[in-house]
């Protein structure tokens, strides 16, 4: 290009890494050419763009998802996909994820970490799959009322009262909790489960390492289920 001139780009827009985010033009902003410049995409927060994800499967490039390696607060929530692969995603802010109306099952293979009711009143889902997840919020489950399986590394310490009591709110239908951690999680509450659900009346099942069933039956408010 001749100096002077003013580049241009007409290609497809740059696909933001964090769901919620916008492109938001080029960093430094395009002007005349004067030198060498290299032109960076640049991207800004943006709580709307359920404008865009909100829809049927054809509306969103599964490319977009696919390269998304964290969800901030609200990202997706209210996505109305029956189905969604996250393969890249590692760290899913407050609300990121919730309120999924048609997605039933999700595999979330690098997650390690959920905000506050990241996955809340996800109305139809019935398992979850996240074996590196280790860190969470509170209320992170909360009020999916048909959820029967959940697969984790832990459920992460819970310190008091807004922790652990309450992932599993409303959370009547768990039968299944799977945690692969070789070591019993801190919990400072001893209502984890719903009491309607399988789990808390008995008839459910928690599945952890040989090596640390010793260590939750004499655990603090995880004995009463070992």
């Known amino acids: 290009m001749e100096y002077g001139e003013t580049p241009t780009y007409n290609g497809v827009a740059p696909v933001p890494p964090v769901a919620g985010d916008y492109w938001a033009g080029w960093e430094p902003p395009i002007s005349s050419v004067k030198g060498d410049v290299i032109y960076v995409a640049k991207y800004s927060p943006h709580y709307y763009t359920r404008d865009y994800i909100m829809g049927n499967l054809t509306d969103i490039p599964l490319s977009f998802l696919e390269s998304l ?3 901030r ?3 997706l929530d209210g996505l109305k996909l029956t189905a969604l692969s996250l393969p890249n ?7 990121g994820l919730a309120r999924l109306s048609k997605v039933t099952e999700l595999v979330l293979p690098k997650v390690v970490s959920l905000g506050n009711y990241a996955l809340k009143d996800c109305q ?3 398992k979850v799959k996240m074996p ?3 860190v969470t919020g509170y209320a992170v489950f909360s009020s999916c009322r048909v959820l029967e399986e959940v697969d984790v590394l832990s459920v992460g310490d819970a310190t008091n009262s807004h922790s652990t009591y309450t992932h599993f709110y409303s959370c009547g239908a768990l039968k299944t909790l ?3 951690a070789e070591r019993v999680p801190i919990c400072a509450i001893s209502s984890i489960f719903s009491t309607s659900s399988p789990i808390a009346k008995g008839t459910g099942y ?5 090596s640390v069933i010793d260590g939750y039956k004499t655990a603090t408010n995880w004995s009463k289920y070992a």
């Open 124 to 126: 139809v889902l019935k």
């Open 178 to 180: 799977i945690m692969r």
């Open 206 to 210: 928690i599945y952890v390492p040989r």
């Open 89 to 95: 995603v590692t760290t899913i802010g407050t609300e």
């Open 132 to 134: 590196l997840l280790s």
């Open 69 to 71: 390696t964290s969800i």
């Open 73 to 75: 607060e609200r990202g």
